[in-house]
């Protein structure tokens, strides 16, 4: 059996002010393609589908696309799971009707949770999808105390296991966060506010192959204990990382080959650091187009430096100073704080044009700004 895992789409992000839908179904597309080209018999889907509990229209109407051209035009079994920022009984509408067209489904926690059987060309492949579980769910349904993410874990698989005869091939997905694993900063919701949230690889030692979601960094834990990544850059901590997914070959004894299949973005995310002049006259071309993080090396405050900057640059989502001070920032602030409208135009007009206003423009100046009070006041 070949396999497709992937996870943590977040439909419906919104990054820095900017909607990710465009660049999200890009990459689905590209997700569809290796379904196709690698001719997979099964899709994974680790969970964190959407970005929030209630998403978008928009965002619903793109997973229900994605998944009516593999379920129904490619003609692959999917099976997903919910993640930490799904609603699971949102994601769990219309579950037993989709499951008839080879869409499974798995929002919620159940006590009575099965595995799916699926054939190839060896016999049975047992699916466990394990959906995110917090440890208050696992205690209400077990009727035994719960207290970390790895207990409540560890009940849902003994439920999994208990219902597989001994020697079958079995595969797990689940929503964890694995003690040890790779991190991104800002970027993964963390699981709870406190307590232990990480859990043991060893909770998956009975599984051929266990597809994780939750972190964004692409990481092969053990060789076949994987988290596919993330389908899109969501952080400027992940601008180095390369996404993608695992395509895995499951073999007649339970082995597994795996690869990944690396995606491109239709906007990469880079961080961009120099001094204000020299990024404006000097443009790095090749980072025209990303979606882009700059930081200034300046010693001081650059007028209106983000947008003069996106005539070079269009897409700047984040812009800040590398050696500027809290303290001078404070004091520039101050400073600003005590100036007039026409001594800020002044200092702008300083900046952009390389020289100071005349007495003219000045006395223009005054009579637009008294005119412009006149009518707030009239108003």
Not at 14 to 26: K, M, S, V
Not at 176 to 182: D, M, R, Y
Not at 247 to 252: A, G, H, P, R, S
Request: with cysteine; glycine share 6%; charged share 25%.
């Amino acid at each position: 059996m070949r396999i497709l895992h992937t996870s943590d789409w977040h439909l419906g992000r919104i990054f820095h002010g900017l909607h990710l839908l465009d660049d999200q179904a890009l990459a689905l597309e590209q997700v569809m393609a290796a379904a196709r080209e690698y001719r997979v018999d099964l899709i994974l889907i680790a969970g964190d589908i959407y970005d929030r509990s209630v998403p978008p229209t928009e965002a619903v109407n793109l997973l229900d696309e994605t998944l009516q051209q593999m379920v129904l035009q490619l003609k692959i079994p999917v099976v997903l799971i919910s993640g930490n920022h799904d609603n699971p009984d949102r994601l769990n509408f219309g579950q037993a009707l989709f499951a008839s067209s080879g869409l499974y489904v798995y929002g919620q926690v159940t006590r009575d949770a099965k595995p799916l059987v699926l054939q190839d060309a060896f016999g049975d492949v047992y699916i466990c999808p394990l959906p995110y579980c917090e440890p208050l769910t696992a205690t209400e349904l077990s009727g035994e105390k719960q207290h970390t993410h790895e207990e409540a874990l560890k009940w849902q698989v003994a439920q999994m296991l208990a219902q597989i005869p001994a020697g079958a091939r079995k595969v797990a997905l689940a929503h964890v966060f694995l003690t040890g694993a790779q991190t991104t900063p800002d970027s993964e919701r963390p699981l709870a506010a406190g307590g232990a949230t990480t859990v043991s690889i060893d909770c998956f030692k009975d599984f051929a192959y266990t597809a994780l979601g939750h972190l964004h960094a692409a990481q092969a834990n053990s060789y076949n204990v994987r988290y596919s990544g993330s389908l899109l850059k969501y952080s400027f901590a992940e601008a180095s990382q390369k996404k993608g997914l695992q395509i895995v070959d499951l073999k007649e004894d339970g082995a597994v080959e795996v690869e990944t299949v690396y995606l491109t973005a239709p906007h990469e995310l880079a961080v961009l650091k120099g001094e204000f002049q020299d990024l404006l006259e000097n443009p790095r071309l090749e980072a025209a187009q990303d979606y882009l993080q700059v930081v200034l090396t300046d010693q001081a405050p650059i007028l209106d430096a983000k947008h003069r900057l996106e005539t070079v640059y269009p897409n700047i989502l984040q812009l800040g100073y590398e050696r500027l001070q809290p303290r001078e920032e404070a004091q520039e602030t101050r400073q600003r704080k005590g100036l007039t409208t026409e001594d800020l135009f002044g200092a702008f007009f300083r900046e952009t044009e390389g020289t100071d206003l005349t007495d003219q423009e000045k006395e223009l100046l005054h009579q637009v700004l008294n005119e412009l009070a006149a009518e707030g006041r009239n108003a």
